[in-house]
């Protein structure tokens, strides 16, 4: 009988796909941005809040964000941005797990 594939392989069969065009599109979304710099879509939330990231344009709350390729391919090569993204999304999810916040949250 026929086997249904699972989300996360169709999803993983998507970015494989995504990584292999030859071309990027100009503008990415969360998706794309995400699996060109190695990290979940749910983590670029945090990246730009801590502002290691900017959305193109002034997006809405509820907007869809957009990034310039050109600016991930070249944050997806500096491996001094690669390591401190990487710190940060590790501190936010340690934070995350024992419950404390930062003071610095609480004034944005």
Known sequence: MFKQKSVNVLLNDE??????VRRLPGRLTVPQTAALLGFLPHDIAVLIKKKLLRPLGKPLANATRYFAAHDIERLSSDSAWLSKATQIMYEHWQRGRSGSTDSNDKAS
């Open 15 to 20: 970015i494989i796909k995504f990584l292999q």
